[in-house]
């Protein structure tokens, strides 16, 4: 079996005005990428990365990486992700390089999956749970007058929906943020789980203020405190706070994550498969973790197909450190708006569904590969490249 084609194809659609601490936006956006073989095997990945940063992963999807990669043989991931990582040495060790290369990545593993009959939570030694918990994530900023009552509302509405945990974005400001945990913690049942993401909004100090009154709240996590490149500070962070620090969705390959976690910088690792380099590069990372003892709760903000994806991954991940009740990963799902979630899909994932009838957990779909089939004509509608 040859590689013949490298395809990338990008989606968008408009949206409410919202956001995170670094940017507003009005359009949320997918990224696609096909693998054709000459014996029809078609694999799917998805590449992070949103708005004109698509466009870029385009060109280097299909003017980069697709040279390289044409007539290889699919099954042979691991050489395939070396002979691109290597070629791109000089130019892209980390960012929008790692992005392309992990939807062609992923999309290999879908091919394997389908070559062999097997589901990819088989392909990869698993499964070790049927089913994962999933949170519903949601609370993005707003420019309204009253934000503190218009989360309380949302978080309320997504318990009612059977979530056991959400997470909330911050980043307005230490003494505003505070009051927005404490309304969103006021408002949810007290046994349901609040994860606070301030994707990397504020230096030392502001995060040791803000992580000083999560510590009085019973929060579950602190995502991204400080910048990614402040390893000091998530470490310092980490030794001064009872909630737990997690960060790593901004981070590339397993020499991106290694001081990461070997200077014990977060409690919990949030790698983005499709970004830090697909799935091959994750199960490095992933091992790296494990060899230290720091759980893995994998980040995931995309299309059904990234949630699939991470679906298998996690239904894979083995307990850490094991024992009669295991402390075990979630699946992180974008509940705002999204009309790839299950507009773009032959059958849909419907985790919305699955979370109200299966007391908040989903379970990744068991065809080969990624288990999942793109309706290319129904997404061809909402296609911008």
Known sequence: MKITKIESRIYGHDMPKMGYSQAWFTRRSCHLVRVETDEGLVGVGECFGAGNVALGNKAIVEQVIQPLLLGEDPIARQYLWHKVYNALRDHGQKGMPLQAQSAVDIAL???????????????LGGPCRDDVTVYGYGMMLREEEDLESSFAEEAAAI?????????MKIGMGPKKDVKLIQAVRNA?????????????????????????????MEIDWFEEPVANEDHQGYRDLCQSLKTPVSGGEAEFTRWGFRDLIENRCVDIVQPEVCGLGGITEYLNVLALAHTHFIPCMNHCWGSD?????????????QDLPGGLFPQTPMLEFDSTVSHFRDEILEEPLDIFGQVKRQDGKAKPPMRPGLGVTVNWDAAERYRVA
């Open 109 to 123: 593993w879908d091919i394997a999956g389908q070559a062999t009959g097997l589901p990819l939570v088989k392909l």
């Open 159 to 167: 318990a009612e929906m059977g979530f056991k945990c959400t997470k």
């Open 188 to 216: 949810i049942p007290d046994e349901m789980g609040l994860g606070v993401d301030a994707n990397h909004a504020y230096v030392f100090k502001d995060a040791m203020y803000v992580g000083a009154a999560m510590d009085e």
């Open 305 to 317: 197909v990234s949630v699939a994806m991470t679906l298998h991954l996690l239904c894979a991940q």
